[in-house]
Nanobody, 121 residues
């Protein structure tokens, strides 16, 4: 099982920026996809952004134009840059690594422990 460790969460005012990092214990070039999910209180976990092998990216409509996902193969790390943050972006953000399309489709694979993001004034 791949170990994933998220960092970079915290408190930010509306309109602010945060950059999350996900460090993997294995070579990320071998993953089918790396994704960021989020879960806020009382809600289901939501897929926020994905970067596929080949660097194709996909975003939830609610974050398009504000969030950017990237990966650093040399550092075995993925980043999620979040700009123009809104109170509704408040959630625990999780990193996920899927080794196949099947794993990705069902939300399987390896998970990090999550990092809290709070957007408020």
């Amino acid at each position: 099982q791949v170990q994933l460790v998220e960092s970079g969460g915290g408190w930010v005012q509306p309109g602010g920026t945060l950059r999350l990092a996900c460090a993997a214990s294995a070579e990320i070039i071998n993953f089918y996809a790396i994704s960021w999910y989020r879960q806020s209180a009382g809600k289901q976990r939501e897929l926020v952004a994905t970067i596929f092998n080949g660097d194709y990216t996909k975003y939830a409509d609610s974050v398009k134009g504000r969030f950017t996902i990237a990966r650093d193969i040399g550092q075995n790390t993925s980043h999620l840059r979040m700009q123009f943050l809104r109170p509704e972006d408040t959630a625990v953000y999780y990193c996920n690594a899927a080794t196949s399309a099947e794993e990705y489709d069902i939300g399987g694979g390896s998970w990090g422990q999550g990092t809290q993001v709070t957007v408020s004034s």
